[in-house]
Every structure is written in C-alpha cells, then in structure tokens.
C-alpha cells in the first residue's frame, strides 16, 4: 500500500504549510468537516478550526427562508454563549428563522433540557409555544433506549436543493472544544427524504422501543451528482427490522464491507464491543490488508471500559494467522500534538470506517452509531443513523481526519531546535516498518530536485530524531518509501 508523503517544513515557511490545515473538504454536492479540539474552554483560546461543525450548522440555519423546512435531532445540548457554546446560538438562529418563516422541527432525547434558556429569553419550550410560527418540538420517552442522532435535515425551496449534516458531533460546545468530531454535509434530495422520513417518525413520538416506528426509510438509496461516487450509497437507520446475524441490520453491512476491503482499513471510533467486528478486522489482516485504527483510552483502558475486550482482541498478536497485525494509535489530546490521550473523556468521538481509500471501491461508513449492539443491531433500542458512502474524495477526508487525530497513516518530519543551542534535530514518525528515505531541497517548487539523501532511516514503527544541519541554507525536508 502506497501513502502520498507529508512535507515538514522549516520555520521559515510556516505560511505555506499553514494552507494544509484547512479541515473542510469541498466536492459536487459534498463537505466533509472535522474540528480540532483544545481542551481548554477560554475565550482568550478559540483555534480557527475549534468550531468549525457548529459554524456549518448555523450556516445551514441561517440560510433557511420563508416556507423552507428543516429538522433538527441531537442527543445532548449545551452551552450558552456565542464564543464557546452551541445551544445558545442555535437557538437564536431558529428564532429568527422562524421570524423569516422558516417551518422548524427539532427532535431530543430524553436527556436534554428542553426549558432551560441557554439564549437570553430563548428555550426550544419557548420557541415551542411562542405566537405565530412555532417550534415542532419532540422529546424521547424516558426509557431504556436512547435518541442518538446528530443531524439537521434542510429543504431549501428556492433552490429545490436538500442538505442533510450528519455525524458525531453533539450541538454542545464540549463536543468541539474536548473531543475529535466529524460531520458530511451532503446535497442529496433522496438522501434527504429518507433523514425527513426519520425526522417524522420522531416528530409525531414514535421513538426507538415504539413498536410503529416505521422502518420504511430503513436502507434507502442515493447517488450523489459527483461523477465519482462509483456506486449507490445508503443510510441505516436504528433501530432495525433484524437484530439477528446476518439479519436486516447496520452490523451485518459493516461486517460486509469489511470482509470485501482489499487494501486499507482505517477506523476512528467512540466505541466497539462487536467481536464480529473484530474479528472482520482481523480477517482483513490475515488477507493482508492494512488496518490503522482508534478508540479513545477511556472507552478501552482497563477491564470496565466497554471497549477493552475488543481492543485487547485487535491488540493480541496471536489472534491473527500472520504477521500482519492492526496498527492501533492514541489520538492527540490537542490540536497542537504535544501529547497524546491520556484518558480524556471521550476524547475520540468521531465513529466512522473507511475501507480502501486509494483503491477502485472506497468507502466510508459514519454517522451517530457507536459501535455496539444497541447502536448497530438492536430492534428495540437505540435511534442512529449510519451513512455508506461509496466515494474517494469522501473516503480521503477522513483518512485526512485520522492523520490530524493520529501520528496517522503517512510519515512525517519536523525541524525544531536540538538540545544544545545552535543544533537542529529532525523529528520523524515512520507508520510501517518499512525502509524509509529522508531527502531534503533547497528549491521546494521544483520537484526534479529532491535527489538529496539526507539519511536512510531504519526500518521500524515508530517516533525517532536525528541532527540536521545548521548552516545557511534553506532545506524542506520529506521522508519517502525506499523503493
């Protein structure tokens, strides 16, 4: 498996390689976008990627006008200001949505505070019982299941043109500034009549446990304009028609698609308890695919995490038939990658899979399901949506979200100061025990010059470092697979 390499740049170009942090990627009729947290809720340390899927989804709200029609769903809702909140904003954007008109429904679960004013004057009771154009508001029972989504549904008529966000990412301000999270926004009319059959289901009270929930929606298809989507994509929506193995459910497709990966599997996930997903993923292994994975350490650090029986499955070498094995990582605590997880609280909760991301059928699977029986089978439990989405550029954004979370799927260098004054070190991470190359240029912009063997760099995973030169010229450094 080939990974494209990743340029360390010296100081002195900092700008250019700024122009990489960019955490939207854009096609025909799709975004993906990811936040980098910061783990410090300061008005005075607000990153420009911190917000970034709260800004999508006001933006989405913000553009609605008379007569349009959108839904809202999210399992937990907080904060109360502008700067560091989610709530609060997005109540003000609904309120003055339905100023223009706009026709609003919003669904939560049981947990959520519906009357508390995390705007000044503004609940969604309040935006539920105003004069005028109202709120659709509709709260899950309290019973033993859950309404998990995370999604917002836009039908915008002028345009005819439908958006559905959806991902892991909670209308909370924790959700952007203390984990990892994801979101797609695709332009998908059938898509999104299948979101607004969901929507509706819960809208006239017909949750997770309801026997009348309707699972007509369940496994709907679409085709997105892109011309490089190469098949039909489909959303799963929880709970299912078949909680049995191999029955009409999200766990039997992930499984599927696992089992037909050729060449790469990288996963990011809140949590998994599935053995039959693991031992997909050791499947995979054994048919030598790649397969770069995480779970947060407070889902898997000891014996009472969810996921430590199955992270202890993926890590044990002996399950597996040869010598390729999973590559499991911590995720940065920050968006800075000084330190690793160190038991951050959710710190991972994004839940997605992307299966061969440079190969002829890539794709990627994500949305609200955390990877579990309530989540990905059940009958009678959870409301989830999960997205099969059949594309490359989708499928390279979140490879390009585990490269930012992780020490990721391509090697890497850093230039920074050596241990005494005057000396420079290179610090490089190698993800494969492969042999490895590093070059350098004096020339960035002409690729016919990066002839320069600076080292040969021992064949390993891992972390490593060694002296630079410290002389007047201007070196890029890159790291590249021996050929």
Known sequence: M??????????????????????????????VRFNRPDQAAYYSRIGAEEY?????????????????????????????????????????????????????????????????????????????????????????????????????????????????????????GGASTYQWNVLTEIQDNALAAAYSNEMREMLSGRFHANPAKSHAHDGARFRLADVDMWTNGWVRFGPYPDGSAGGSNALTDVVAAIDAATNAIVFALNKL???????????????????????????????????????????????????????????????????????????????????????????????????????????????????????PGLARAFVAQFNAMTDGTVPWCALGPGAVAGESRLAYWLPYANAYELVHTTNLFDGATWTNRAALLPAGRGTNSLPAPNDAARRFYRIRTVP
């Open 2 to 31: 080939r990974f494209p390499n990743i340029l360390a740049l010296a100081a002195a170009c900092a700008a250019l390689a700024g122009a990489a942090w960019a955490d939207s990627y854009v096609g025909e009729g799709w975004i």
């Open 52 to 172: 970034v899927l709260r800004e999508a989804l006001l933006a989405r709200i913000d553009a609605l006008a008379s007569n349009d029609w959108a839904c809202l769903a999210t399992y937990t809702f907080s904060g109360n200001t502008a700067e560091l909140g989610a709530a609060g904003p997005i109540l003000a954007a609904m309120s003055n949505a339905l100023v223009r008109g706009a026709k609003l429904g919003f669904v939560a679960d049981y947990g959520v505070n519906v009357a508390s004013n995390y705007w000044p004057g503004i609940s969604l009771t309040g935006l539920a019982t105003r004069a005028g154009n109202k709120l659709e508001l509709s709260r899950a029972p309290s019973d033993w299941g859950i309404m998990h989504d995370k999604v917002g549904v836009f039908w915008y008529r002028a345009s005819t043109q439908a958006w559905v966000l959806a991902g892991s990412w909670n209308f909370t």
């Open 273 to 391: 308890t599935r053995p039959e997903v693991a031992a997909a993923l050791i499947r995979a292994c054994d048919r030598g695919v790649v397969v770069n994975g995480t779970i947060p350490k407070s889902d898997r650090a000891d014996a009472f995490d969810d996921s430590y029986a199955i992270y202890q499955t993926l890590a044990e070498p002996t399950n597996y038939a040869t010598a390729n094995r999973a590559f499991l990582y911590d995720a940065y605590s920050t968006e800075w990658r000084t330190d690793y997880d160190a038991g951050e609280t959710d710190l991972t909760h994004a839940k997605y899979l992307v299966i061969d991301p440079d190969g002829a059928n890539p794709l990627v699977i994500q949305g609200s399901a955390n990877w579990t029986d309530s989540a990905l089978s059940s009958t009678n439990s959870n409301d989830e949506n999960v997205q099969f989405l059949p594309h």
